[in-house]
């Protein structure tokens, strides 16, 4: 059974720094693209970051600048390093395994999704 599990969610103030990892068990996801996804209350799940196979990252232009995206193939397991985060930020952060190699801001271009860690940025 594939599962992704995210943790390091957390309770921080404006300008601090937290950093999300999500590991994945039950298949390695070398060959495919992962990504964050966020969502915050009444609003629908919005695209974060995404790291492709070959490790090439994209990021929304939010979050450009302050979050990087990274992974440990060895480990099976993806990052989110947060820092100088906003009270914009609080949410539900969600991994997401890709169908395919290259990464994408499509939901729908994820095939396995985990359950979530909530953010909360305090001001």
């Known amino acids: 059974q594939v599962q992704l599990a995210e943790s390091g969610g957390g309770l921080v103030q404006t300008g601090g720094s937290l950093r999300l990892s999500c590991a994945a068990s039950?298949?390695?996801?070398?060959?495919?693209?992962m990504a964050w996804f966020r969502q915050a209350p009444g609003k629908e799940r919005e695209f974060v970051a995404t790291?492709?196979?070959?490790?090439?990252?994209y990021y929304a232009i939010s979050v450009k600048g302050r979050f990087t995206i990274s992974r440990d193939t060895s480990k099976n397991t993806m990052y989110l390093q947060m820092n100088s985060l906003k009270p914009e930020d609080t949410a539900v952060y969600y991994c997401?395994?890709?169908?395919?190699?290259?990464?994408?801001?499509?939901?729908?271009?994820?095939?396995?999704w985990g359950q979530g860690t909530q953010v909360t940025v305090s001001s």
């Open positions: 997401a395994a890709g169908r395919a190699g290259w990464g994408s801001v499509r939901k729908n271009q994820y095939e396995y």
């Open positions: 790291i492709s196979a070959n490790e090439s990252t």
């Open positions: 039950g298949r390695t996801f070398s060959t495919n693209a």
